[in-house]
């Protein structure tokens, strides 16, 4: 028991060291617990709308950053089963468009269901406590990553050019993790009309490419592991981290799994919650 209390402890203080100092505003004090519905990203300039940067730069921490990582340094849990879903999670939060109740209640529903596939009770045990401690910890987060997320992925353009900065963008993703199919890009892309709806799509391709996102060594667990290992304190950039083995889809993929994402506009809207699109 004192060991997690210890374990608990060390997690909070190296939480307090990596945030910066808070400043306080109005929408602080909405509530007690964190923001849902955080700002959409919007250009200044009336004539010009956002649309995602190429190349997309989507990168993960992995399930340590979103919380219970201490405990996992102890055997208590076994994140790699979440590991694609956390992945997917940052991933959201970085394309352009997205939002972060969005974001938060696909990764909950692509959590839920990877426990619910685990036949193992003991392990089922596990990963269900793991995602509760993960659940909790969402309900208290901030706009400040997200937001910033949203910042470094969106570009302002000219309305009167957002069709052919779409497709631009749509196209240049299959170009690179699905040339054989790239010829579908222009008609996914009509259908993502709008913001919300080209992050959909988005969402669901990086879904179906997993490839597309970096891995990378969360700080703050490492600082952790420094202290656990009784290294002390290093101050460094994250670092790439070794993705676990797992099936990636193959680039060429057959026509009918192609026309999974050739869903209907309702299908590929962010505001419409799809759990499949994860999983």
Not at 10 to 25: G, H, R, W, Y
Not at 200 to 222: C, E, R, T
């Amino acid at each position: 028991m004192r060991s997690l209390l210890q374990i608990l402890l060390l997690t909070a203080i190296v939480i307090l060291i990596e945030q910066p100092a808070p400043v306080f505003s109005i929408d602080d004090f909405e509530s007690f617990g964190g923001q849902k519905n955080c700002p959409k990203f919007k250009c200044k300039k009336t004539d010009e709308a956002p649309v995602p940067k190429w190349p997309m730069r989507l990168a993960s921490t992995g399930c340590s950053s979103i919380g219970g990582g201490g405990i996992s340094m102890m055997g208590g849990s076994d994140e790699r089963v979440l590991e694609p879903c956390c992945n997917l999670y940052h991933a959201c939060t970085q394309i352009c468009g997205s939002t972060k109740s969005f974001c938060d209640s696909s990764l909950e529903k692509c959590m839920d269901a990877t426990c619910d596939a685990i036949q193992n009770g003991d392990a089922k045990k596990k990963c269900e406590g793991n995602v509760s401690t993960k659940k909790m910890m969402l309900q208290f987060s901030k706009c400040n990553d997200f937001n910033q997320g949203q910042q470094n992925s969106c570009k302002c353009v000219k309305k009167s050019d957002l069709d052919e900065k779409r497709k631009g963008v749509v196209r240049s993703f299959y170009e690179k993790f699905n040339p054989d199919n790239v010829d579908k890009a222009d008609s996914l892309a009509a259908k993502a009309s709008a913001s919300n709806k080209l992050a959909g799509l988005l969402i669901k391709l990086v879904a179906k490419y997993p490839k597309a996102i970096k891995s990378m060594k969360d700080p703050a667990q490492q600082r952790m592991e420094d202290m656990m290992n009784g290294g002390g304190f290093r101050d460094e950039k994250p670092k790439p981290k070794k993705e676990a083995k797992r099936e990636d889809v193959d680039a060429h993929d057959s026509d009918a799994d192609e026309s999974e994402i050739e869903d209907s506009d309702e299908r590929i809207e962010v505001g419409n919650i799809v759990c499949n699109q994860w999983i």
